[in-house]
């Protein structure tokens, strides 16, 4: 996405300025604050994607001396090459609601105790975006008007998101169009949008496992009327909630239906029905009850979780069924989508004290006990520790627990054992909750760089994990769901982070409990909000990753991801590097990193149709005369091989002297010391996210991937030209050295 920026004198002068309201666009990442430090902004968009996949920018809508009153914006159809046409039902717009923060999220109290003195970082009290309004209502037939028309007050700014869904059966190249604001019935401004569609497709199918917890047990206190909800109509509530998340690209953390166990007169388990569960999962695995057909990537099963007892069941008991449950799950080709997800973080210290460790191993004994299916099945929410070491199969730590950034160095594994742990069979999940304290990626709302929830999917696929958690998105609090988006009660003033467990708010407020969203919206289905739209983004760029590397291209896209993203975070303390920051300050680095992925996918995709964006090699403007001379060398004497090699004298009248050893490292380092299993010594309180698996509110255990590239002096020329012969020695060829020396010249540049 490029946009040009302009002066607030420049705005000044932009069509509709006349009539009070003055309108530019900013990329989809920028968060606006009304604080007066909102940019300026750009008088066009430009836009790109691939096939499948969602972009979006938002408008800045700034009213002059007097309100600006009956304010809506449309998009008009995007015409592309041959006239193919992207409608306009495209597009989606949206609302930015502000929330007025007063309790800003704290930075931590334990390493960063300089936090107020990096701004760019630090959280402050104001007015934040964050719930999405839609212009028209999604969930209804009608489509009747509910974010839209709406009024700017004099010398207050609104902002409009719009979200665009490129169809995934265009032809690629650009697009062209625009987006109007009308303020009281007449056309205030008109933005011209060029839209660029990439020549691949966003695959449908979902290659990151995400568990984000969510439950349909809340929605009654929210949706509903006097009389309460039909059946009917509260299963239409439910199923636009799981369709409008699924859109965002997420599963939730557990999908599971009642499986009645049978038993004989003895009281052993002889068998199971799974009627209704598999009518429940059967749709949601194959994708059949989704819009889009994909399925769900990754489930936890809700069953037989290790740490939290039998189910009421005898020891044997609790074996049969996990046995009888995993030969069903594997008969329907769904076990390798499943996990277990075993007793939440059992390395905090109330957990620890409460025997979590050996609760969990005792549970992962029972599973395997007349089965090994379940094996590579295990999640825990937690880094890898030697008191778990072959009972756990998914590691999941929070992103301040990952290496030895933000704690002391050695308190948790990061990279070399991950990697090795990997190479293993194992897999390497993530989370953020409240640990994640300023300079560390996160889902804040009153954080003011507004791709952080974005941006942290990038340091997931470069630390090479599969999947992401969340613990809940709907953890709302009662008296007001809207507006009270911190829960200092359970938390504390150390703990509680504004948005917290928060990704959607309830569309409505006519429910049992008479509250929930503003007057004037009713909807049945959630509001979603812009961090979620960061989060769908995120897991966008992942796949776009994962693709790239499935085409032989993961050296470029590291490359690339190494220009915004270094670490997760840091402490914000004098060891704090302003000038090196473990991730990028700058969107327009982030977004330029994303295109370039792009344009070498479809460039290997398409190679007769689009350029690689890595430079190729340059032609010598000045070539020497071609000659047939060859001159024969002793290989031994200079390369100290037995081997006959053949070239040319250069200008010098000598061959390449000398040759590398050929060793590189573009990995990451330093082994990182494994902890010694000691648990965390300070707690958070525990919390339940609703409908599925446990999920607490993080302990103070924030940490980071510590390890960073060997940086190197660059190479000379004259080894690089040894280089290159080396390796053509090492494949026992015979190298002729002709003066056609732009070729050779250009295999050398092409190495760098």
Same mark, same amino acid.
């Given at each position: 996405m490029r946009f040009t920026s302009l002066s607030l004198a420049a705005i000044l002068m932009l069509p509709g300025v006349a009539l009070g309201l003055s309108v530019t666009a900013v990329p989809s990442t920028t968060k606006v604050l009304k604080d007066g430090t909102a940019p300026a902004g750009s008088p066009s968009v430009s836009i790109e994607g691939a096939r499948n996949e969602y972009e979006a920018f938002q408008l800045i809508l700034r009213a002059g001396a007097a309100p600006s009153v009956d304010v809506t914006a449309d998009m008009s159809d995007l015409v592309g090459p041959g006239g193919t046409v992207i409608p306009s039902s495209a597009a989606t717009l949206y609302l930015e609601y502000y929330v007025d923060i007063t309790f800003p999220s704290p930075c931590d109290i334990f390493f960063s105790y300089d936090c107020d003195k990096y701004p760019a970082y630090s959280r402050t009290p104001g007015w934040y975006p964050d719930a999405l309004i839609p212009f028209l209502d999604p969930y209804s037939q009608e489509h009747s008007a509910v974010g839209a028309p709406f009024d700017v007050p004099a010398g207050d700014l609104q902002t409009v998101f719009v979200d665009v869904h490129i169809p995934p059966d265009v032809a690629a190249g650009e697009y062209s169009g625009t987006v109007s604001i009308f303020a009281g019935g007449t056309v205030a401004s008109e933005l011209p949008i060029v839209l660029t569609v990439w020549d691949f497709d966003m695959p449908v199918e979902r290659h990151v496992g995400t568990a984000y917890g969510f439950g349909h047990g809340s929605l009654d206190g929210f949706h509903g009327a006097p009389g309460g909800l039909t059946t009917e109509e509260r299963e239409a509530i439910f199923r636009n909630y799981d369709f409008e998340i699924h859109r965002h690209r997420l599963d939730y953390t557990t999908y599971s239906a009642p499986v009645p166990f049978e038993y004989d007169d003895q009281g052993n388990l002889i068998g199971a029905d799974f009627a209704e569960y598999d009518a429940f999962m059967g749709p949601r695995m194959s994708g059949s009850y989704y819009p889009d057909g994909a $399925?769900?990537?990754? #489930?936890?099963? $809700? *069953? =037989?979780?290790?740490?939290?007892?039998? *189910?009421?069941?005898?020891? /044997?008991? #609790?074996?049969?069924? /996990? %046995?009888?449950?995993?030969?069903?799950?594997?008969? %329907?080709?769904?076990?390798?989508?499943? @996990? +277990? &997800?075993?007793?939440?973080?059992?390395?905090?210290?109330?957990?620890?004290?409460? $025997?979590? &460790?050996? /609760?969990?191993?005792?549970?992962?004994?029972? +599973?395997?006990?007349?089965?090994?299916l379940w094996s590579g099945h295990v999640l825990v929410t937690g880094p890898w520790q030697p008191v778990l070491d072959g009972y756990v199969d998914i590691y999941c730590p929070v992103t301040p627990m990952y290496g030895d950034v933000f704690w002391p160095p050695g308190s948790w594994p990061g990279p070399a054992k991950y990697a090795d742990l990997l190479a293993q069979g194992r897999e390497l999940w993530f989370y953020v909750c409240n640990a994640n304290f300023p300079g560390q990626l996160g889902y804040d709302v009153d954080a003011r760089l507004g791709y952080e929830p974005r941006l942290v999917k990038w340091g997931a696929?470069?630390?090479?994990?599969?999947? =992401? +958690? &969340?613990?809940?998105?709907? @953890?709302? !609090?009662? !008296?007001?769901?809207?507006?009270?988006?911190?829960?200092?009660?359970? =938390?504390?003033?150390? #703990?509680?982070? !504004?948005?917290?467990?928060?990704?959607?708010y309830p569309g409505g407020h006519s429910g049992s409990l008479g509250t929930g969203s503003p007057e004037g919206v009713e909807l049945d289905g959630p509001v979603v909000s812009f961090r979620l739209k960061q989060v769908r983004d995120g897991l966008e760029d992942w796949e776009m990753f994962i693709l790239a590397a499935s085409l032989g291209q993961e050296e470029w896209t590291r490359t690339q991801v190494s220009r915004a993203y270094s670490a997760f975070g840091a402490a914000l303390n004098e060891t704090f590097d302003y000038s090196n920051p473990p991730w990028t300050l700058d969107e327009a680095v982030m977004l330029d990193s994303r295109r370039q992925v792009a344009l070498k996918i479809q460039h290997v995709l398409h190679p007769d149709s689009w350029p690689d964006p890595e430079p190729g090699p340059v032609p010598d403007p000045h070539p020497e005369p071609e000659s047939d001379v060859v001159e024969q060398f002793d290989a031994a004497e200079v390369l100290g091989a037995d081997v006959a090699v053949t070239c040319m004298p250069d200008t010098a009248g000598a061959c390449p002297p000398g040759t590398p050893d050929g060793s590189s490292d573009h990995g990451k380092p330093a082994p990182d010391a494994a902890p010694d299993g000691s648990s965390g010594d300070v707690a958070s309180g525990d919390t339940s996210a609703t409908g599925g698996n446990s999920g607490s509110g993080c302990a103070a255990s924030p940490g980071l991937p510590a390890s960073s590239p060997t940086n190197s002096a660059a190479t000379p020329e004259a080894a690089l030209e040894a280089a290159l012969l080396a390796a053509l020695v090492a494949a026992s060829l015979t190298v002729v050295r002709t003066r056609t020396f732009g070729k050779y010249l250009g295999a050398r540049r092409s190495l760098r």
């Open positions: $399925g769900v990537a990754r #489930f936890n099963v $809700g *069953m =037989f979780s290790p740490g939290h007892g039998t *189910m009421g069941m005898t020891d /044997a008991q #609790f074996s049969t069924a /996990a %046995k009888i449950v995993a030969l069903h799950l594997q008969g %329907k080709g769904w076990l390798d989508n499943a @996990y +277990l &997800y075993s007793l939440d973080e059992p390395w905090l210290l109330q957990n620890w004290r409460n $025997g979590s &460790y050996d /609760a969990i191993k005792n549970g992962v004994d029972l +599973l395997n006990s007349q089965t090994d696929w470069s630390e090479g994990a599969t999947g =992401f +958690l &969340y613990w809940s998105i709907q @953890y709302w !609090q009662s !008296q007001d769901p809207w507006h009270v988006l911190i829960n200092l009660p359970q =938390f504390g003033d150390q #703990f509680s982070r !504004q948005g917290d467990g928060i990704l959607i």
